[in-house]
């Protein structure tokens, strides 16, 4: 049974970097044709896609939110991180990590429990 556990802080000041951390259990994050996104839900809205990572390595990310976001791995501790930088307080969301695949990179079937960051000075 896969698991994913997101980690970081529940509160960043605006222009801050926000940094979280996906960790992975019960699968690892290079297995083929698996996909590992970040997702967030700011309050009252639907939820939002910030970007993936393949099990290759490659990275995409939402066209709005691009310009300030990184998404890296560590295989050697099976897990993947988020970046947000230049954060504003339009950031504050409750942020997943979720897995998707292998027969669709759109459908997530693993999600994380989800962590409440907020941004305020």
């Known amino acids: ?6 980690s970081g802080p529940g509160l ?3 222009s801050q970097t926000l ?11 290079t297995t083929d044709y698996y996909y590992w996104s970040w997702i967030r839900q700011p309050p009252g809205k639907g939820l939002e896609w910030i970007g993936v990572i393949t099990f290759g390595g490659s990275t995409y990310y939402s066209p709005s939110l ?8 560590d295989t050697s501790k099976n897990q993947f991180t988020l970046q947000l930088s230049s954060v504003t307080p339009e950031d504050t969301a409750v942020y997943y990590c979720a897995r998707a695949g292998p027969a669709s990179i759109t ?12 941004v305020s000075s």
Do not use: D
Request: charged fraction near 15%; aromatic fraction near 8%; hydrophobic fraction near 30%.
């Open 66 to 73: 691009k310009s300030r976001t990184s998404i890296s791995r």
């Open 107 to 118: 459908r997530y079937a693993y999600w994380g429990q989800g962590t409440q960051v907020t």
């Open 1 to 6: 049974q896969v698991q994913l556990q997101e």
């Open 12 to 14: 960043v000041k605006p």
């Open 19 to 29: 940094s979280l951390a996906c960790a992975v259990s019960g699968g690892s994050i």
